[in-house]
């Protein structure tokens, strides 16, 4: 009889509400963890929407690889909007709860910008691959039509594999504790929650990491093969310079995202705690999105010129009002 009523009890639906371990860890330091997370992000909208406001605003820049690059910009700026205030208020709280409803948007939103993300930059590396590769066909391939079937895919695929997952996990019976040890709604502490057995939820993101991650990523390194050998074969030392600073900035938003991701999706579960998990997970929500611009920005020209541009333009349009 006792053994029943545990059984029962073990394997009963839990609440429509979540608490959230987050960084209780942390104690007093919660509330400087609080500054620098708030300062990132103001920097992070901050720098995203400048980059979308002077592409938008300076008509040389209206070419595919700044098309590519306000998709980029306004994906970052989803993806840590869908954390960081949450996280924010919880760093000053006691109870760090979450609704069912907003744990399943929370997690919908961020697997739409991780995977969107992760397409886009594979659409840019073939951007880039076209426009060294193939000099005299650029504007012939990379056309608007073909600039919007990429970037409108990577959002498609986003949207899509984010509804089929979150339904699937949702639909799933929630058993046991309704505390997730983490610091936002991820799909692997959340799968921790499932009654049901893991082996298919293993094998659905499984599928999911090596189409929509792994996959656009061996795009990214044959398309950089081909740059490189390209490259290498330009008969002046600084037309390969000015030929690899093309592709620097994209490079290396490559290598902080997938470098994160590696360190998240692939990590030994033996040497895994919750606090590394939400310490790399912060890095990717947090302070990735900060970065990308001023990667883009500071080893960019033309960004420069726009800028400079813009501000001046803003000052003389000033000066003659008054």
Known sequence: MINSESHSAENQTISDVFFLDGFSHLNKLQSLLFAVVLITYLLTLFGNLLIILLIKLSPSLHTPMYFFL???????ICCTTSVTPQLLVHLLVEEKTISLLGCAAQMYVFIITGLATCCLLGGMAYDRYVAICHPLHYTTIMSNRVCVLLAGGSWGIGILVAMAQTTWL???PLCGSNRIHHYFCYTEPFQEMLCTDSWKNVIFGLSVLVLFVIG???LIVLSYIHIISTILKLPSAEGRRKAFST???HLTVVTLLYGAALLSDLK??????PESDQLISLIHTVVTPMLNPIIYSLRNKEMKG?????VGKAISSCSGRY
């Open 247 to 249: 592709c620097s900035s």
């Open 268 to 273: 030994l579960k033996s040497s895994s705690t």
């Open 306 to 310: 726009a800028f400079r541009n813009t």
């Open 170 to 172: 949702f639909s799933q």
């Open 70 to 76: 306000v998709n980029l910009s306004v994906l970052e």
């Open 216 to 218: 656009p990523f061996l």
